[in-house]
């Protein structure tokens, strides 16, 4: 079982969005650094290489990455996709989260003592 868990509908999409790149051999980092407006924030992005310590996982095809600082605050994640009538975008539902800010875009849990010291430049927000 996956750490987390990616709707088809937000699959599908970030598919979409790699075909676009055009970059061999990309996959989905997802992260969480320090920040935001509850205390951390989300970052997803897209990567070609894998550092030590990373945590590796497919879900429908998708490979997805995810550093280790970040595992312990995305186990139990799920990433959906929802379209609006401007577009569309994803959403995340964090089990760890027990705060949120408006936005959704960051977050804040219980015991926020080990917090991620360093911030993966190549995930951004």
Known sequence: MNMI???????DKVKE?????????????????????SGFSYGMGFDD???EGDKSFEINGLKV???????????????????SGMGGGFTIDNPNAVASCGCGSSFKVKDEEGAPEKCDDKVEA
């Open 65 to 83: 990455v995810v550093d280790a600082d970040s595992s312990k605050y995305l186990y139990g994640v799920e990433i959906d996709f929802k379209e």
């Open 5 to 11: 868990k990616i709707s088809d509908t937000a699959c």
């Open 17 to 37: 969005l790699l075909e676009n790149e055009g970059t061999p051999n990309l996959f989905l980092r997802l992260g969480v650094k320090a920040g935001g407006c």
């Open 49 to 51: 290489q894998e550092q």
